[in-house]
């Protein structure tokens, strides 16, 4: 059963979805309108938005709105919020071009050969050139896997955000000062710093532990972001969010570009 098809209408506003990719799918943090918060792992995001099924509020921390070609510092959205974060402006990576994207997951090419291949599209499609890093090619296949669901289902209510700037926005529009990773791995401050604004935000975070990550297959942070995500979903609902940048800029297909908060 997916989370959609359990949502239900709550009594206090709708139930939202929060989204955020771990190892092999996604992580999906239901915050219902009785309060409740429900935490899944999905292998598709299209488990989650079922054609002709009820359709939830969503905020994703992925990319939405692919450049065809990318200056200095990315997305206008990228460039925008990055000042935001202080110390955490590493956390926002600059994507690709479209093109470059697509030749990365072009299965076609033989895989030892791929990420060379997608280097010198990103070489051709950027101002200044530039390659692309290890990690933001491991990202590509879910950028376009909510890029695939979005321009086959316009309008479906799914909004690009990201953690980070959730929590900013948590935190009285300041940057917070401690990471939740450090070389990689998990910082427990930083981490009980974010699930404490989460609390303060009226979430119940009883199950954000290692514990429940573990049985999920996934790590904590991955939680607590999707957790973040969802209390965005929520502002988006509730017509609260900010919009950066607002309006939002498109892209050749007419998705948004815009990181909401």
Request: charged share 25%; proline share 9%; with cysteine.
């Amino acid at each position: 059963m997916t989370l959609a098809e359990v949502a239900g209408d709550g009594s206090g506003g709708p139930d939202v979805l929060g989204l955020d990719g771990c190892p092999g799918g996604w992580i999906a943090a239901r915050w219902s309108a009785s309060g409740d918060l429900t935490l899944t792992r999905v292998a598709r995001l299209t488990d989650l938005f079922p054609e002709g099924g009820p359709v939830l509020q969503a905020a994703i921390d992925i990319p939405i709105g692919l450049p065809d070609r990318v200056g200095a510092g990315g997305r206008g959205p990228d460039r925008v919020v990055r000042p935001l974060l202080g110390g955490r402006q590493s956390s926002v990576f600059s994507m690709p071009s479209r093109a470059t994207m697509e030749v990365a997951c072009d299965i076609a090419i033989p895989e030892e050969a791929r990420y060379r291949a997608a280097c010198a599209v990103a070489l051709e499609t950027s101002d200044p050139p530039r390659k692309i890093s290890r990690q933001a090619y491991a990202l590509f296949p879910k950028v376009l896997e909510a890029d695939a669901l979005l321009r086959a289902r316009p309008g479906l209510p799914l909004a690009e955000c990201h953690p980070e700037v959730s929590f900013w926005a948590m935190n009285g529009r300041r940057p917070l000062d401690l990471p939740k990773k450090v070389k990689g791995q998990p910082a427990e401050s930083g981490l009980d710093l974010r699930i404490a604004l989460l609390a303060g935000a009226g979430m119940p975070v009883g199950r954000l532990t290692r514990a429940e990550a573990r049985g999920l297959g996934a790590g904590l942070d991955d939680l607590v972001d999707a957790c973040a995500c969802a209390w965005t979903a929520r502002r988006i609902a509730a017509g609260t969010a900010l919009t950066f940048p607002d309006p939002p800029e498109r892209d050749r297909h007419g998705l948004p570009v815009a990181i909401l908060a």
